[in-house]
């Protein structure tokens, strides 16, 4: 043993043995293991896309962001409580991770200088542009770099991600056969619902599988074992793909798919001069074959046709009309597939460059905060949008979602943004490195750093669901891992213990973390409870039970205050003033009901703004009260509204 080693051994036991009086007595050892934690983001990455609550009360979306914090959150504890009691740290050495971690430091900065604090850190509970969102999605990005470090723990993520997406392949094809009713649970009741998320949400997933599976074809082509259902999942995918016809997805999927057909390419010129060079030293006869020859044979049959596919579509060719009926092949093709129509709507590259440009103009250094570009856009918006039907729409995001990052976070988010995506396209370099080790290296490396591509994509030029932008953290941060395990980035490796310096700062760190994550389960509890109260609250509501609805937004305000829940109690007691004529009350009741029920809607409606001073609904609803006070004879109520 040497002398570091011994050092090391040494340091250990003083740190094991109070972790062992706080930890060991509780939880059993292998609770800490790294199975645990590959079992918990597998188990993620596997109930993502299918994940949902039955009911009306909780929305799917909303479903997911619980999975995702509970077992995030729950993975978070057991490394640092794992790091605690073995004493030591484990980490890839890695500037993507760093630039991840000055991104996370720069959104709660700018949440603190934020207008409004509460809508920045936390929002309505399940809002992606928050701080308590990215902070989550950036815990995911570090525990998959810790936590895949081999090529069995990377396939058995293939293996969740592909499974999820062929579950819900299955469902809808089910659904097509025997009917939208099929399996709804009251909740997927139109034929563009889908468990995944909105309509586009499920394209993206299939996309990422259909890359995935070309991938696998490419490196693997000799396999019969997994060709026959890789062909199968790849002709099905292409067949909700070709039925959904995603726009943006099929310029993705197109760049995507060059860069499969250009290594193999690549590889094929490299296989063919280095057969010739051999012929050539051995002095055999040879005849060089032209080049126009030598790319056909190169070229994946199955990924050319792809390729042909994403190129007709991403192009515009499938929209260009022909024939007495301007006819289109995209029209044709949705009517054979039966195909369901659906749109969205989102702001241009040039609307989202605008209102950005304009809030960096304003607010150089830390934007608009974090889940606050819906302010920006009533500010800024070009004044050609109220000319369509779109005027009095409210767009919480821009073209995508990082885009959408640039104007709340301001110009060092916008930096850290950049310098992340070239680092990103950087860790292609390494990948390649992998490619002289050997071929099951070369595969996973180079799938791992498409799919990270891809995701971050969607997440550039469109608004993914929580689904989506957690792939692209989850591959991401095993992209990173895998690199590390092949020896391709190196590794931090942080003792602490004993009369180490380090234990007087990792420790506390370490701790402060534990300690954070019980915070943050609370507050999810919390947030969750508010929700359902609020859900609550709508439904009795609709129903005109105003004095359930009033009482369940008492208990949501209880469990977290939110301007959305004083409008709602300001608009209920201006329903119930309108209805006091209709009872038959004495004067002197009529006079007592009538100043309660004006004192709260004014004084909610006031506390609204309060809470979001820059919301112009609670404005709107403030106006609402003075105009109904204006419409019952109130003097002097007209000028307040």
């Not at 809470?611 to 403030?622: A, G, H, I, R, V």
Request: glycine residues 8%; charged residues 15%.
């Amino acid at each position: 043993m040497s002398d570091e080693q011994q050092q090391y051994g040494e340091s250990q036991t003083p740190m094991s043995g109070i972790a062992k009086m706080f930890l060991g007595k509780v939880f059993p050892r292998r609770l800490f293991s790294d199975r645990i934690l590959v079992f918990i983001l597998l188990t993620l990455a596997f109930l993502l896309p299918i994940f949902f609550i039955p009911g009306q009360l909780i929305t799917p979306e909303f479903g997911k962001m619980i999975l995702l914090e509970v077992l995030v959150l729950a993975a978070t504890f057991l490394w640092a409580a794992g790091r605690l009691r073995d004493g030591h740290v484990d980490a890839p050495k890695s500037l993507l991770l760093l630039i991840a971690t000055l991104l996370t430091l720069q959104f709660v900065v700018a949440a603190f200088m934020s207008p409004a604090p509460v809508i920045s850190f936390i929002g309505s509970g399940y809002d992606i542009g928050t701080v308590n969102s990215f902070v989550l999605l950036f815990l995911l990005m570090f525990l998959g770099s810790v936590t895949f470090t081999n090529r069995d723990r990377v396939l058995m993520l293939y293996a969740s991600f592909v499974c999820s997406g062929g579950l819900i392949m299955l469902y809808h094809i089910l659904r097509q056969f025997f009917g939208e009713g099929f399996l709804d649970f009251g909740i997927f009741t139109s034929a563009v619902s889908t468990p995944v998320g909105r309509w586009n949400d499920l394209a993206a997933l299939i996309g990422g599988i259909l890359i995935l599976v070309l991938s696998t074809l490419y490196f693997f082509p000799q396999n019969k074992r997994f060709r026959i259902s890789a062909l199968v999942i790849f002709f099905v995918g292409l067949f909700f793909l070709l039925s959904i016809n995603f726009t943006s997805l099929w310029l993705i999927l197109l760049a995507m798919t060059a860069l499969l057909v250009a290594l193999s390419v690549y590889e094929g010129e490299k296989m063919y001069k280095k057969k010739l060079q051999e012929t050539v030293e051995s002095g055999a006869d040879h005849q060089r074959t032209p080049f126009h020859k030598r790319f056909m044979g190169h070229l994946p049959a199955i990924a050319t046709i792809f390729f042909l596919v994403t190129l007709i579509y991403g192009a515009g060719l499938s929209n260009v009309s022909w024939g007495k009926d301007n006819t289109t092949l995209a029209s044709v093709v949705g009517k054979a597939l039966r195909a369901a129509p659906y749109s969205e709507v989102v702001l241009t590259p040039r609307f989202t460059y605008d209102i950005v440009k304009s809030t960096l103009e304003e607010s150089p250094l830390f934007g608009t905060g974090p889940n606050r570009f819906s302010s920006s856009y009533l500010k800024y918006k070009m004044s050609v949008i109220n000319q369509t039907p779109f005027w009095d729409a409210t767009f919480a995001f821009g073209l995508g979602r990082v885009p959408t990052y640039f104007g709340t976070t301001g110009i060092i988010g916008t930096i850290l943004w950049l310098f992340f995506v070239i680092l990103l396209f950087v860790k292609g370099r390494k990948v390649f490195m992998l490619f002289a080790k050997d071929r099951m290296a070369a595969y996973i490396g180079f799938s791992l750093f498409l799919l990270t591509l891809y995701f971050w994509s969607l997440a550039f030029f469109y608004l993914p669901n929580i689904t989506i932008f957690a792939f692209a953290f989850i591959f991401t941060g095993a992209l990173i891992a895998f690199l590390a395990g092949e020896g391709v980035l190196a590794r931090y490796h942080v003792p602490f213990g004993g009369k180490s310096r380090l234990t007087f700062l990792l420790t506390p760190i370490i701790i402060a973390l534990l300690i954070g994550v019980v915070a943050a389960l609370v507050l999810l509890y919390r947030q969750t409870s508010s929700l359902v109260a609020f859900s609550e609250a709508q439904i009795a509501a609709a129903m005109n039970n105003i004095d359930d609805a009033k009482q369940a937004l008492a208990r949501a305000n209880g469990f977290a205050e939110r301007d959305i829940h004083y409008r709602a109690l300001s608009h209920l007691a201006l329903i119930k003033l309108q209805g006091l004529s209709q009872q038959k009350l004495s004067q002197e009741e009529l006079v007592a009901q009538a100043t309660q029920l004006i004192d709260e809607a004014r004084s909610n409606a006031e506390m609204a703004i309060k809470l979001d001073p820059t919301n112009f609904e609670n404005y709107f609803q403030y106006g609402n009260v003075f105009d109904t006070f204006a419409s019952l004879g109130i003097k002097n109520a007209s000028s307040f509204a």
